[in-house]
C-alpha cells in the first residue's frame, strides 16, 4: 500500500514558478517509478513527467519540455515537479502517480494516486 500527498499548487502569473511535492507513504519501496500527470476543465487528464527510481531516467510530455523538471529524493520519499515559464495552458489540477515497475505516459500504467493540487495561471 502507498500513499501520495501532493502540495504546492497556488495561484501564478504566466510567466512564473511553482514548485510542486509529492510526499509518498506506506510500502514506498516498491516504488519504482513516479509521475505527474494534470487535468483541465474539460479536458482529459494528460502525462507531464515521471522519472524512475533511480533518478536517471526521466521522461516528459512535449509540451512541458524545457520548463518543468521533474525530480527525486528517495530519502524523503518525495517527488517534486518544478514548473518554470508558466503558462495559461498549464491551469490544471496536477496528479502525482506511483508505479512499481518501469512506467511512462500511460495513466493505467501507475497503481498509486494522489488527490491532486491545482495550479492556476492567469493571462
Known amino acids: 500500500q502507498v500513499q501520495l500527498v501532493e502540495s504546492g499548487g497556488g495561484l501564478v502569473q504566466a510567466g512564473g514558478s511553482l514548485r510542486l511535492s509529492c510526499a509518498a507513504s506506506?510500502?514506498?519501496?516498491?516504488?519504482?517509478?513516479m509521475g505527474w500527470f494534470r487535468q483541465a476543465p474539460g479536458k482529459e487528464r494528460e502525462f507531464v513527467a515521471c522519472?524512475?527510481?533511480?533518478?536517471?531516467?526521466?521522461y516528459y510530455a512535449d509540451s512541458v519540455k524545457g520548463r518543468f523538471t521533474i525530480s527525486r529524493d528517495n530519502a524523503k520519499n518525495t517527488v517534486y515537479l518544478q514548473m518554470n515559464s508558466l503558462k495559461p495552458e498549464d491551469a490544471a489540477v496536477y496528479y502525482c502517480?506511483?508505479?512499481?515497475?518501469?512506467?511512462?505516459?500511460?495513466?493505467?500504467?501507475?497503481?498509486?494516486w494522489g488527490q491532486g493540487t491545482q495550479v492556476t495561471v492567469s493571462s
Open positions: 502517480a506511483a508505479s512499481t515497475y518501469v512506467a511512462g505516459s500511460y495513466d493505467a500504467q501507475y497503481r498509486y
Open positions: 506506506g510500502r514506498t519501496g516498491s516504488i519504482y517509478t
Open positions: 522519472i524512475t527510481r533511480s533518478g536517471e531516467g526521466t
